[in-house]
Structures are given as C-alpha cells and as structure tokens.
C-alpha cells in the first residue's frame, strides 16, 4: 500500500489575528508512505541533513500516537519526505508534519480520517496544541480558528500580492512563546480586536487597508524585541508604507506587496544571503491525500481525497 499525502505551509497570527488567523501557501510538503518498499526513513529537501531517520520523527510521532489511540499497529514501512517548507522559520512546518502523520496514519490504518477534513483538523489541533496553523493547512485559504474549535474559511481577494521573507534565522515555537507575557493591557486587546476586524475586511474585500490592519499589540513587538534584525526589516517596510506582518513566531515575515511598485528585493532591503523570499502565492485548497495501488495492492488507480477548497 502506498500514500502520499501534501500539506501546505502556512502563515498564523498575520498581525492582530494571534493563535486564530492562518493563511495557506502554495508550498508544500510532500509525505510518501509505501509498505511494499523496504522499511526506513529518508529525507529530501528543507532539513534533509538534520531531520532523524530512526522514526523518531514528528510525522513518525503523530504516526504512532494515532496507531497507538486505536490500538492497531503500524506495518513495517518506507517513509520518504520531500520538505520545502523551511524549519523553524515561522511557517507552519510542524503543522504540516502533524497533518502528515494524522492523516498517513488514517490511511495505513483504514480508520476514514483522512477523508474527513474536519476530524483531521481537530485531532491535528489537539496534537499541535494551537489551531491556527492547523486550520489554514486543513482547509485552505484564509482562516479563522475559534476556542470553541470551529473554524471559519473565507476567500482572499485575487489582487493580494504576497511575499515571504525568509532570514536564516530560526525560532522555535516553544521558545517565541515563551517571551509573551502572562497579561496583557485592555486598550491593547481592544486595538487588536478593531485591527483584526480591519484585517478581515482586508484581505477579503479591501487590500488597501492592510497597512492599517496588520499591526499588532499583543505578541510581534515582544517577539521582535529578541530579533533585531528582523524588526529593522520590519521598520523599515512600515516606513514606506508595506504591508506587513512576522509570520506565525517568526522570524520570517508576510509582506503584502504594492501594485504601484516593483516587487521587493533583497538589495533593495540591503539584505543578503540566507535572506530568501518566496512567492508561493495562496493555496484556496488544503492537504490532499492519495492512495495508490488500492488498500488490497491491486493496482487500481489511485484514490484522492481529503483536499477542500
């Protein structure tokens, strides 16, 4: 039995949207899974020379604790990874590898999750320990995940024009969140609440507003206060009126470009190697999923499912 299963990176937070806002990018990695191939690990890409092939894992992690709530065991298996989202730079690669083995898992175990995006989403969710990541790679586009673990999608408008600028610097998840305070002040939370209803309206209907709405109160200046040289990038874009945001954690940031301009460049920023920027652009779907060779090894085509958009 062989599946292959797609997630794409993402970006949460986008500003005063923090733990609820996500977009996803069309930037994916890629998970195969083949129990006729001989066992073991492999990488290829983003963390190829890093990422343990002991099974060790996070895929193989989600992979055994969904074996492991079902009470069924794993085959023996070939795992291959093609990884072109960056680690630890603030997209979502931990989202993405948390989806990968929920819904690999699924499909090995014929438990029907993987054909369920929102049961992927809410156990990915629990695992991962915060939902927005998880909900724009899910499903796709522009989403707004709520405490009460339902999210919304909405379409982004066509005329966004997204960068992503990548410095070589990495940030844990763990370790950015362990720089916010415990508290924080009622007129910050209220200009995050008036900023994130900007921001919908921004992305969906009115770009020219993003300027306003992607400024944040609650996590960003904390978040930036440990990485200078990425608040000075971040300075200077506001000073010349771009749109833009630190990704997730961090350090990466979304830029929104401006139709009036040329694209951004590194010279122009004076940035330099390993600054990098992507335009994945937005993806309107979430993961998707294929089984090949039918449950029985058959041959039949493959079956896909477990995409939404």
């Known amino acids: 039995m062989r599946v292959t299963v797609r997630i794409p990176a993402t970006s949460a937070n986008l500003g005063p949207g923090f733990d609820s806002f996500g977009l996803a990018w069309d930037l994916c990695n890629e998970l195969v899974v083949d129990t006729a191939a001989p066992p073991g690990v492999t990488w290829e890409g983003e963390g190829a020379d890093e990422l343990p092939a002991d099974g060790s894992d996070l895929v193989g992690r989600v992979m055994s604790v969904v074996a492991g709530r079902m009470s069924l065991p794993l085959a023996p298996l070939a795992r291959r990874g093609r990884n072109r989202i960056p680690l630890e730079r603030g997209l979502g690669s931990s989202s993405a590898a948390t989806i990968a083995g929920v819904v690999a898992a699924s499909a090995m175990l014929d438990l029907g999750i993987d054909a369920d995006p929102i049961s992927v989403f809410a156990m990915a969710a629990e695992i991962e320990g915060h939902p927005d990541n998880v909900a724009a790679a899910v499903f796709g586009g522009f989403t707004i995940a709520l405490d009460d673990g339902t999210v ?158």
């Open 152 to 309: 919304h999608r909405l379409e982004p408008h066509p005329d966004l024009r997204p960068a992503l600028l990548v410095p070589g610097l990495r940030m844990s998840t763990a370790a950015a969140r362990s720089v916010l305070p415990e508290s924080v002040l009622r007129v910050d939370a209220i200009a995050n609440v008036a900023r994130a209803a900007i921001e919908v309206e921004a992305l969906t209907r009115d770009p020219s507003l993003l300027p306003q709405a992607l400024l944040d109160r609650l996590h960003e200046d904390v978040r930036l206060a440990t990485m200078p040289e990425v608040a000075d990038v971040v300075a200077a874009l506001r000073s010349d009126h771009v749109p833009v945001c630190v990704s997730g954690a961090g350090p990466s940031l979304v830029v929104f470009e401006r139709s009036d301009r040329p694209p951004i460049t590194l010279d122009a920023l004076g940035l330099t190697s390993p600054w990098r920027i992507l335009r994945p652009g937005i993806r309107s779907r979430g993961f998707e999923v294929e089984i090949g060779g039918g449950r029985d090894g058959s041959g039949d085509p493959p079956l896909q499912r477990g995409s939404i958009g």
